[in-house]
């Protein structure tokens, strides 16, 4: 660990962290969440996944969207072309778990964009569930694994 | 309860809600969720909590601002004129508490702002903290109570 | 007719137009537009329009985000609050009819983010198909019939 | 042509498609559109075309930023480092004929861009003679040629 | 005037000050602000002020689309309404003399628009400039008067 | 100096430039402005930049925001890879001093991202102390220095 936080300088003052000398090399971070709700719900989002059902489709476009909207919303990330985004989406018993992979070949990690994803599709089937059960919860949204960079990769330890 | 997710038609297709019926109120949501990390992340959060500090501002700020952005990330929100919006962090122990409350005087809640607010913030919290913990995890993302509109005030029940 | 276009002043310079001493009425606007493209393709998207196959509805839910980015694509256009939009997709034989309608409250007309909506849904087929079909065309994108504020209702001409 | 539509998966479900292999060559697309209204009403965007008229340079204006802003509004699109983009815009009779050109050297072809910067050039156009033309229609946006990626160049066939 | 800030609250925590209880009404602003740069210049802005001549155009579009980006920039403004923008500019001598006025029917004034206005209208100048005069400045970026809500009228003081 | 503006070509139109023959370098562009206000603002300011004041961070990360969004305000400039950003504040006497320096490798200069994080820093900080002055005055947004591709360092003239 370093002795100190990588986005704020010796003062305090908030930067985006010069990357200039880093080498563009491909990268891939899987990131993952999961709403809670109930059984019922999951059934009337599993039945909208019937021909023409948009529900999950409009949360993994949400989630792809929000992917390449990461700068924008994360003060201190670094602008990146992605080059792959999925979202991946299983509604079963009380719950939707999602699952985010970015790729891009560029001087910094994808984590964020990979985080984002999750959010927004978590965020989305919030938004769509709500008048059915306001008490929805997204939970768990963190990172499992990356690949690529000075860093190689890195997995999730077990006991977090 | 209704029989089927209000954001999608009989047909199965996604929409935005017609609203154009409802009469403009005063309403206020209040949402929350936590960030986990470790004790000695906390503690360099508070540190750049002194002056000049701006690890927590910037998470405030990224908060705010994601609030007024939430219908350009979730697919089927309305565009609503926010009245108010504040975003407060508690960092204690091994996490930071995050609570947003956003108000409006208009047709729809604004449960999802507040949503969005606390799921960015705690994304931006994800984005400092993440070189010195990878394994941090956004949790409990949730509303908390919501009031205004034809259905009047709801608080979160305690067994969710 | 006007004399002019009120868009740009008498010394030819592009302007917001002031609406401010319009009163906000509920308005309704309704605009269309077609891929063509060839019916092997509609076969493709139509299959994809099986369960959890997302081509409609990305196409969908494109619209229905883009009808809420109007005023930042169209210069011109005054920001406001969209209260209801729906997209709809006809694909048959050898085209994708798209049918966008858009509702508010507010001080000018929502043709624009109708026609927006059909055009950016257009996009998103046109950016599906591309692989299979790089010669597919957005045709007829227009308004067919608009409602409300002081100029009542519009219906497109039968010879236009 | 392929099997399937590259933007959805085996399953049906949307994704920003991995490029993450592909080399960054230089690559242009040329996209073309035409916004058909009436003699009466060229003449007046002409005219405006005089000293200080600003009604074509804000449809150019638009169109070019919005090549920029593709990937926010076409969820599957990659965000591309553009390197050059020109609107032109030619009125004669009753119609405005518009061409868009675009450049980049990055992993994916730049056809979308150029449709998109004709789509909203187009819709400004249609925004600005609405009130004097509300039956105006936009028509044929298409791709006229791309070159580059391993594909080389495409040309538009003559029966399309 | 007041004892502190009003975007911070008494633990200096940044918030969107609430207006729930503000009543909507007309309001207006009008801001100036100067871009200084050499007589050469300004002769070139205005040889291309001749028809077709963009430059002066493209920085009044970017200007009123900016006006409409104020609250996605500056962090603590609300999301309003706005009924009519206007940029004009003045190219004479050696400077382009930039005024902007913004109008609304809302809860807030809209000084914070036409500053955003005058600003960005500004760089998109300095943008176009800077091959031909790296060294241009924008100068004198002020709001000059504003009318409507509670507090009335306010004109700037001679000696400010 | 060349004989016309970059930004139009022969005949006048708006265009971005064609960068696409560029050689991505190493690049860094360093902007200042100052906001001028009352020595009693200042003192306000900086009350709450102490612990928790959120003041003067809210500047700083809305200017490091505003950097990556330059594409989408700048009408012809060109989207690309910010590898660092850092907004500084000086508050002292009457006034607050800012200064961006902004750095990327790519095919254009970021002077307009460096003029743009301190224009809407600036903006920001009017917003904050409008209630308290709002006669406040935004001054001298220019460029000091810039290195990098084809030209080289440039630093501004002492008599300009």
Known sequence: MGEGLTHVDAGGAARMVDVTGKEPTARTAVATGVLRTTAEVVELLRRDGLPKGDALATARVAGIMAAKRTPDLVPLCHPIALSGVTVDLAAEGAEVRITATVRTTD???????????????????????KAVDPAAVLDAVRVERKDGGKAGTWTRPQDR
């Open 107 to 129: 001087r910094t990690g994808v984590e964020m964009e990979a985080l984002t994803a999750v959010a927004v599709a978590g965020l989305t089937l919030h938004d769509m569930v």
